[in-house]
């Protein structure tokens, strides 16, 4: 029974989560009701209050949600590199791949940071892709026999790199000329740190 109860619950739990996300990429976080959430869910508000304790906490688990199956995807595309260089340019294609998901972007680089604040997204964020991102360039500058001085900042604009990037994209930007432009920051940042 008690198996049953756990299973029951984690059910509603993603329920809710999988209503919210479609409704957040969907309408954004502002203008998504909680009670919205609760119909296109199929339960309760009580269901909603007891998994989460606001629609800020729900919010931030459909992020940590979103941003854990970027970071799957970047280390699924990466994991059959030869170097530390193709694991980054195979993450890079990766997270463009994955960015493509309808609503990611919003959710993660709009809606994300507005509704929960910068310091939250950008700790969701370490946790998950940009935390790839900081161990896959140490692992390329210390293969190129770089100086690793300054990498929490040259992680942090290098993911901010990937963000506009993808923006971008999103806008109609050519994919193409993105990978290019993230191929030679990779490269540039080897070469002027030896």
Do not use: C, W
């Not at 109860?5 to 998504?32: H, K, N, V, Y």
């Not at 370490?126 to 790839?132: D, L, N, T, Y």
């Amino acid at each position: 029974m008690a198996k049953n109860t756990r299973e029951g619950m984690e059910q509603t739990r993603q329920a809710l989560i999988a209503a919210a996300r479609r409704l957040f990429a969907e309408r954004g976080f502002a203008d998504t009701a909680t009670h919205d959430i609760v119909a296109a869910a199929g339960v309760t508000r009580g269901a909603l209050y007891h998994h989460f304790d606001d629609k800020r906490a729900l919010f931030e688990a459909v992020l940590a949600a979103e941003a854990e199956a970027v970071s799957a995807a970047i280390e699924a595309q990466s994991g059959e590199a030869t170097s530390a260089r193709e694991a980054l340019l195979s993450g890079a294609k990766a997270y463009f791949d994955t960015m493509r998901e309808p609503g990611r972007t919003r959710l993660l680089l709009l809606d994300g940071p507005a509704g929960l604040g910068t310091a939250k997204v950008s700790k969701i964020d370490a946790e998950h892709a940009e935390g790839r991102l900081r161990e896959g360039l140490k692992a390329h500058l210390e293969e190129a026999g770089a100086s690793l001085e300054g990498l929490d900042a040259l992680t942090d604009l290098l993911s901010a790199a990937f963000d506009r990037a993808a923006l971008a994209i999103e806008a109609g930007g050519r994919r193409s000329e993105y990978e290019n432009a993230i191929r030679t920051l990779v490269d540039g940042l080897a070469q002027a740190r030896r």
